[in-house]
């Protein structure tokens, strides 16, 4: 019964058009008058208290620093550095959509910032090399979903404090999944594209290359920077955000002077803005958590799937299939901050590692952002480039399978996740 009516209320505030923020609180207050709880002193402490946290300070640094980069100049510049390496090839635009989501990937965290870069500089250049307009925003949406896997990663940094994991070796265990997804990715285009008559580019020379090298190596030194002081402890997660903000900050105000100073006003507030939205999400989000576990819902849960704790793999397919279905009607925050105080009960018990479920988890969510009906990626690639939202959802199945594809090759074979974190550690 108490399942239900959670559920219940939350499905039905949703449906009845109210924003997710206010429907996670109101499924909590129904969850409070069912369990004769109700009081309004801890209805609001605990949606303060769940975005109090230090770790989640990272998130808006993150947020500032893919503006910057996308202001600043940084994103053109990674994606000139790989229209210079594949530009040339057949198909090569395809090819410097998903490098260039990669490299984006490792700058901001962001899947609807990358999304919005990559559809604003090379949808119209896909288009008149003679692509087809659907497929491009497809596989521009597609890409842009790298962006929460390879660190650093938003959405790893909101599952590692909901589920209490090390973000840090979330981050590290990212990097051989997000590179897998991109060469997935670049094996569906090079199949959905392979009898299409295109003008392609000329070839760059060594010298165009090296120079777009030379003028890109500043944005990719950040990365590389995040990574090293993560791994050796330099600095925290929530830190490597102020460094990431603060280093971006310098390049485009000074190195490459892209950044006027009556600029950074509209850039505080575009990032304010998107942060506002996820911390409110994550507090309300709290809220429900809390009474989550007062109700002891993870436990019914367990009870209600312990048939398959003694399968990891096809306790995981089932995890992964119920993560696929909501995510074609739910964000990717929410969904984390909803699904995670449920499952991850349910993973210690079945003994699954739990950096591995995260990985898995979050990889599935990034998809979801494709997943009509309610993809945001989709819609940010349909609203910035011009076109309808069944031309981009028509545009991006293939993509989106092969998406899904190497994610169950993932629960199939752990190892593709667990050895690279344990050769890194």
Not at 62 to 75: C, D, K, P, R, T
Not at 90 to 95: I, N, Q, S, V
Not at 181 to 209: C, F, M, N, Q, Y
Request: charged share 10%; hydrophobic share 60%; with cysteine.
């Amino acid at each position: 019964m108490t399942v239900f009516i959670f559920l219940a209320s939350l499905l039905g505030a949703m449906a009845l058009g109210i924003p997710i923020a206010y429907a996670l609180l109101a499924s909590g207050v129904a969850l409070m008058w069912h369990l004769n709880l109700f009081d309004a002193q801890i209805l609001a402490q605990n949606f303060i208290n769940g975005a109090d946290s230090f770790p989640l300070l990272a998130v808006p640094f993150f947020m500032l620093a893919g503006e910057i980069m996308n202001v600043g100049g940084l994103s053109q510049r990674i994606v000139n550095f790989a229209m210079a390496l594949v530009g040339h090839v057949k198909g090569g635009l395809g090819y410097v959509v998903i490098l260039a989501g990669c490299l984006l990937a490792a700058l901001s965290g962001s899947a609807v910032a990358d999304a919005a870069a990559l559809t604003a500089l090379l949808l119209p250049m896909m288009v008149k090399a003679g692509h087809k307009k659907e497929v491009s925003g497809g596989l521009i949406a597609a890409s842009g979903v790298i962006g929460p896997i390879i660190p650093p990663s938003i959405g790893f940094i909101i599952f590692g404090v909901s589920a209490n994991v090390s973000i840090t070796k979330l981050f590290i265990a990212g990097i051989v999944p997000g590179i897998m997804i991109g060469l997935s990715l670049a094996l569906t285009w090079w199949w959905v594209g392979r009898r299409e008559v295109l003008v392609l580019p000329a070839r760059k020379t060594r010298a165009e290359i090296w120079t777009a090298a030379r003028e890109a190596l500043w944005a990719l030194m950040l990365p590389v920077f995040i990574l090293a002081g993560l791994r050796t402890g330099v600095f925290t997660p929530t830190e490597a955000a102020v460094v990431a903000a603060v280093y971006a900050l310098f390049v485009a105000a000074v190195v490459y002077r892209e950044l006027p100073m009556k600029a950074l006003s509209g850039v505080f507030i575009a990032a304010a803005r998107t942060t506002a939205v996820v911390m409110f999400l994550v507090a309300a989000a709290m809220v429900s958590a809390w009474l989550i576990t007062v109700a002891n819902l993870p436990t019914q849960v367990v009870e209600m799937l312990r048939p398959l704790l003694d399968n990891q793999t096809l306790l995981l397919v089932a995890i992964m299939v119920l993560v696929m279905l909501v995510g074609t009607a739910m964000d990717m925050t929410p969904t984390i901050l909803i699904m995670t105080p449920v499952l991850m009960p349910l993973v210690k018990a079945a003994g699954i590692d739990p950096v591995y479920f995260g990985v898995l988890f979050i990889i599935n969510n990034a998809i979801g952002l494709v997943t009509p009906p309610v993809g945001t990626v989709l819609s940010v690639v349909a609203g910035v480039g011009r076109m309808k939202m069944d031309e981009v959802t028509r545009g991006v199945w293939p993509f989106m399978v092969a998406q899904f594809g190497i994610m169950f090759v993932m629960i199939f074979f752990p190892q593709t996740v667990l050895a690279p974190l344990r050769w890194f550690y």
